[in-house]
Nanobody, 117 residues
Framework: QVQLVESGGGLVQAGGSLRLSCAAS????????MGWFRQAPGKERKLLAT????????YYLDSVKGRFTISRDSGKNTVYLQMNSLKPEDTAVYYC??????????WGQGTQVTVSS
């Protein structure tokens, strides 16, 4: 019922920045809590950041706290992840997801982020 499409990934040198976007369509976007995840080859998908439907509450994984910022613009049905001071270990496929019924039910297709040494 909800479709999510990520964009903004690419290749960047260590210390650089990228801004990821997640565009939503279908159900009313503003009623959903949103999260950003990433998955590197051979590793489990990891939750990086979350934001409430109102945008007033956020959570960050310790390893990205102070470097990454999650935000949303409900009027544009878009959630963002600003990534600064990128490190090679940040290299992964990044996904956005929407919460329904207490679980992350809807997922985007992912966007590749590669950070060179």
């Amino acid at each position: 019922q909800v479709q999510l499409v990520e964009s903004g990934g690419g290749l960047v040198q260590a210390g650089g920045s990228l801004r990821l976007s997640c565009a939503a369509s279908g159900r009313t976007f503003s009623r959903y809590g949103m999260g950003w995840f990433r998955q590197a080859p051979g590793k489990e998908r990891k939750l990086l950041a979350t934001i409430s439907w109102s945008g007033g509450s956020t959570y960050y994984l310790d390893s990205v706290k102070g470097r990454f910022t999650i935000s949303r613009d409900s009027g544009k049905n878009t959630v963002y992840l600003q990534m600064n001071s990128l490190k090679p270990e940040d290299t992964a496929v990044y996904y956005c997801a929407a919460v329904e019924g207490g679980t992350y039910k809807y997922w985007g297709q992912g966007t590749q982020v590669t950070v060179s040494s």
